[in-house]
């Protein structure tokens, strides 16, 4: 049973680990190589560059097409970023569009913006569904993700005693949550072993649990 990362900066080669490389359009744009490597591709809120975004857009849409890519994003709303948010929510929009078209979930950063986030998910009405990533945000904000059927990504942050992450992790349906490690340095194998303890269950289990949802939502792999 492999361990997945679903999000990665970080070009990885473990055999034993199935991970998600993310292409970051407008920073990084190269792909990764190799059979067990897949990657996302999104244009992050950070690097919308207003009078190139829509050739930054073109460029998502035609790698969205590459059979290794198997997720949308990271991509969505960050209300501390230069872009604004009309712009933002554009293109977030506009990504929405392209993983409907070819069915692959989607990869969210959200920075303060969950609501206008989901807002644009229903008016869209794309029945994709999206990752929160590295989330480590309340109770409250957890409780309107899972209303609208949305799944959890946790990262490093459960790593931290008392953070939220370290506490959701534990409450989130089994259904409903991934594990990533986004730009840290901590190893995927880490985070299965806390998350495992604090739910209490064996890193076996909880490795079933992540393959059974990762082949529920990521229908594009293998
Ligand atoms: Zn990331």
Known sequence: MPFIDIHTHHQKHDSEVISIFNVLIGKNESLPIGDNQYFSVGLHPWF?????FKSQ????????????????GETGLDR??????????????????????????VIIHNV????????VYKKTKIDIPLIFHGFNNNQHIANLILKRGCYFSFGHAVLKNGSNASRLCQ?????R???ETDESETSINTIYEIVANLRNITIEQLKEIIVENFKNIFTSWK
């Open 57 to 72: 857009l073109e460029k998502v849409e035609k790698l969205a097409y590459n059979h290794h890519c198997v997720a949308i």
């Open 80 to 105: 501390l970023t230069k872009a604004q948010m009309s712009l933002q929510q554009k293109v977030f929009e506009h990504h929405l569009i392209i993983a409907q078209k070819v069915s692959k979930p």
């Open 112 to 119: 303060k913006a969950q609501n206008e986030i989901l807002e």
């Open 177 to 179: 949550f991934f594990l």
């Open 171 to 175: 409450t989130i349906p089994a259904s």
């Open 48 to 52: 919308i560059d207003e009078k190139k």
